[in-house]
């Protein structure tokens, strides 16, 4: 049967069989039991699918990571220990040292600083470009070394919302896959498959879980890029690989599991950055109530930023479910029913006012997070983008009066109180 999202969130992944546990057991064991090495060796040689080692594979991380899948239409999907792995494997599962990488310039600071600081020093090169660019200057942007094109739904926090029908043309036309970071929609409120996407990856500490309890990231794959008809490009999934005696990923796991299987067999392998049984656990719990959570999120934040917009003291607003902001039109194409909660805001008097502003707040709180059940609040220009002048602040897309505001599913009219009052007090 095909469900629906809400009927996935509550249901997918687990299904127990009679007399077996109905909540989703937490397997919180490093390691399983065989009979004989034998049996445990096929495990090894990628022969037989199956248990062994939890860093490789662990049954309450898989369950979890298929709820996703089929949330996200995918053919495969694996947990990994955060939003920042994930981002990470993605890439580096495809690309190596000499291969060159297209990025939308609007992307999470974390995700910029690993590509343009860290995976540089791996010798990855990234060319970052604005979401807002045309089709020409995205074709523009390729090399006959790119091998991936990298995007977010809506980015954090520049809060742009990626057109990304355009970037997967480009990606297509150039042989490679197109990567998105789903984090801020989920998959309640955009599929980026639907639309061309062949990667999509997931910070889970956001939404997904919902209540800022577990570090963790997802990685999913459409199963639709065909790595055999541009062989050249991905040795990788293309070639023997001879740390797994020989094995063809694309081969022998087909379009729907050779990327995931090479990330898990490879890089987690090596890297080890899996997500705990138990924080798996609690984002199990957390997804149950994702497509109920989501459209409160949506209705609140939308409430809120016709509210400031409005508002006399308050300088700007961008939102894209506000009629007349910059990605209004791609947000009604792309995210329908809503986009997130998030929103950024600058008031009159700029920074200092800001700081005073913040100051004042009661219910939404300071804090170096988004997207969980609370309402809070971010400074980025004195706290997450600190190191950075006004001028790079601008560039980047962070204004330096912008405030970033994850409005949570509490009472609005609680929330747009307690911004009343702070506003007051600038
Ligand atoms: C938070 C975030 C990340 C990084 O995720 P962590 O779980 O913090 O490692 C990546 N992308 C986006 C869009 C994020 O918001």
């Known amino acids: 049967m095909d469900f629906g999202n809400g009927t996935k969130c509550v249901q997918a992944g687990y299904t127990p069989k009679s007399g077996e546990p109905r909540i989703l057991p937490i397997i919180q064991s490093t390691t399983f039991k065989y009979e004989s090495s034998e049996a445990m060796g096929r495990l090894f040689d990628l022969e037989d699918s199956g248990y062994f080692y939890t860093r490789l594979a662990n049954p309450t991380n898989d369950f979890v990571a298929k709820k996703l899948c089929e949330l996200e239409g995918g053919s495969a999907a694996m947990?990994?220990?955060?939003?920042?792995?994930?981002?990470?494997?993605?890439?580096?599962?495809?690309?190596?040292a000499g291969d060159h990488i297209v990025s939308s310039a609007a992307i999470y600071g974390g995700t910029y600083n690993l590509f343009a600081v860290t995976m540089k020093r791996m010798g990855i090169d990234f060319t970052f470009i604005s979401p807002d660019c045309t089709e020409e200057e995205l074709n523009a942007a390729f090399r006959p070394n790119t091998k991936a094109v990298f995007g977010e739904t809506i980015a954090n926090p520049a809060l742009a919302v990626l057109d990304i029908e355009m970037f997967a043309k480009a990606a297509h036309a150039h042989g490679v896959p197109l990567i998105i970071d789903n984090t801020f929609a989920t998959p309640i409120n955009c599929r980026p498959i639907e639309w061309g996407a062949d990667i999509v990856t997931h910070s889970t500490t956001k939404y997904l879980d919902g209540h800022a309890s577990s570090v963790g990231g997802a990685i999913v794959d459409s199963g639709k890029f065909d790595w055999m008809?541009?062989?050249?490009?991905?040795?990788?999934?293309?070639?023997?690989?001879?740390?797994?005696?020989?094995?063809?990923?694309?081969?022998?796991?087909?379009?729907?599991?050779?990327?995931?299987?090479?990330?898990?067999?490879?890089?987690?392998?090596?890297?080890?950055?899996?997500?705990?049984?138990?924080?798996?656990?609690?984002?199990?719990?957390?997804?149950?109530?994702?497509?109920?959570?989501?459209?409160?999120?949506?209705?609140?934040?939308?409430?809120?930023?016709?509210?400031?917009?409005?508002h006399e003291k308050v300088a700007w607003v961008r939102y894209c479910g506000l009629p007349g902001d910059k990605?209004?039109?791609?947000?009604?194409?792309?995210?329908?029913?809503?986009?997130?909660?998030?929103?950024?805001?600058?008031?009159?008097?700029?920074?200092?006012?800001?700081?005073?502003?913040?100051?004042?707040?009661?219910?939404?709180?300071?804090?170096?997070?988004?997207?969980?059940?609370?309402?809070?609040?971010?400074?980025?220009?004195?706290?997450?983008?600190?190191?950075?002048?006004?001028?790079?602040?601008?560039?980047?897309?962070?204004?330096?009066?912008?405030?970033?505001?994850?409005?949570?599913?509490?009472?609005?009219?609680d929330i747009i109180a307690d911004i009343d009052n702070a506003l007051e007090c600038i």
């Open 79 to 96: 947990l990994l220990s955060s939003g920042q792995a994930a981002s990470f494997f993605s890439v580096f599962n495809i690309a190596s």
């Open 229 to 310: 008809a541009h062989k050249d490009k991905f040795p990788g999934l293309t070639t023997p690989d001879e740390s797994y005696h020989g094995t063809v990923y694309a081969e022998k796991f087909g379009l729907e599991g050779a990327f995931i299987t090479k990330c898990v067999a490879q890089l987690m392998r090596d890297f080890g950055s899996i997500q705990s049984p138990f924080n798996s656990f609690l984002l199990n719990m957390g997804m149950e109530t994702l497509h109920v959570r989501m459209p409160k999120h949506c209705a609140n934040a939308q409430a809120v930023a016709e509210h400031l917009s409005a």
């Open 327 to 413: 990605y209004y039109e791609l947000g009604k194409k792309y995210l329908p029913n809503g986009s997130c909660g998030v929103m950024s805001f600058g008031v009159v008097g700029g920074r200092a006012a800001a700081e005073k502003f913040m100051k004042n707040l009661k219910l939404a709180a300071i804090v170096t997070h988004v997207a969980d059940a609370r309402t809070c609040i971010l400074h980025p220009a004195n706290s997450t983008h600190r190191q950075m002048s006004d001028e790079e602040l601008n560039a980047c897309g962070v204004a330096p009066d912008l405030m970033r505001l994850s409005v949570g599913i509490e009472d609005v009219k």
